[in-house]
């Protein structure tokens, strides 16, 4: 009965690999994001769909790729996995895009690029 | 451009005591300032939120005190448990649904 799920929690790979994490959410929400949360713990929101299209791409590299099949899975696939793209990645939903709207966040996925 | 600062970035507190966590916003379209906690290991939760049109929300032991004309808003943790020990951070939210976190607060609790 998890509101928001994640695969995998954790993720290790090489450098230059293509990877993908998948959330889905059961809340019957509108509206998903995906957040990144590096070392220092500062959360930074990287794209946001409301009713599979996208609402919010924040100033993040091409090489990822959000996908939204339905209003209730948003995944984000990355390609050539630098260094730096270590860190956790939490995916958050919400009722509807707007205002005052409660963000619930999936549990994260820890990514380490080696 | 940061548009919420956050402080301070780590906070200890005895047990009982008062933990204060601070923002300042800059951007006045900002229209809803929840407050989320976040423990090692979990997604962040959200704790408490506030409207502009009110200066203070209390829920338990957890309060929000808002000022609208300085842009900051504050959470007030009473009678400091070690259960609160987590990193707090404080969001602005304005129409659009996009939602701008502080830099966060760690909040450690000593028996």
């Known amino acids: 009965d998890t509101a928001v799920s994640q695969t995998p929690k954790y993720l290790v790979t090489q450098m230059g690999n293509d990877k993908s994490i998948k959330c889905e959410q059961n809340?019957?929400?509108?509206?998903m994001y995906w957040y990144k949360q590096d070392s220092k713990k500062f959360l930074k929101i990287m794209f946001s769909y409301n009713n599979k299209e996208l609402i919010i791409n924040e100033t993040v590299p091409n090489r990822f790729s959000p996908k939204s099949p339905d209003k209730a899975h948003l995944n984000l696939h990355i390609n050539s996995l630098e260094l730096g793209d270590s860190a956790v990645y939490f995916c958050?939903?919400?009722?509807?895009?707007?205002?005052?709207?409660?963000?619930?966040f999936g549990p994260g996925t820890r990514l380490t690029v080696l | 451009q940061q548009q919420v600062k956050q402080s301070p970035q780590s906070l200890i507190v005895q047990k009982g005591g008062i933990s204060i966590i601070n923002c300042a916003y800059e951007n006045t379209a900002f229209d809803y300032f929840p407050w989320y906690q976040q423990f090692p290991g979990k997604g962040p939760a959200l704790l408490i939120a506030?409207?502009?049109?009110?200066s203070e929300k209390k829920e338990g032991r957890f309060t929000i005190s808002f000022n609208k004309s300085a842009k900051q808003f504050s959470l007030h943790i009473m009678d400091s448990q070690p259960g609160d020990s987590a990193t707090y951070f404080c969001?602005?939210?304005?129409?659009?649904?996009?939602?701008?976190f502080g830099d966060g607060t760690t909040l450690t609790v000593k028996p």
């Open positions: 958050a939903s919400s009722l509807h895009v707007g205002t005052r709207n409660e963000q619930f």
């Open positions: 809340l019957g929400h509108d509206t």
């Open positions: 506030i409207r502009p049109d009110v």
């Open positions: 969001a602005a939210s304005m129409s659009a649904g996009k939602s701008t």
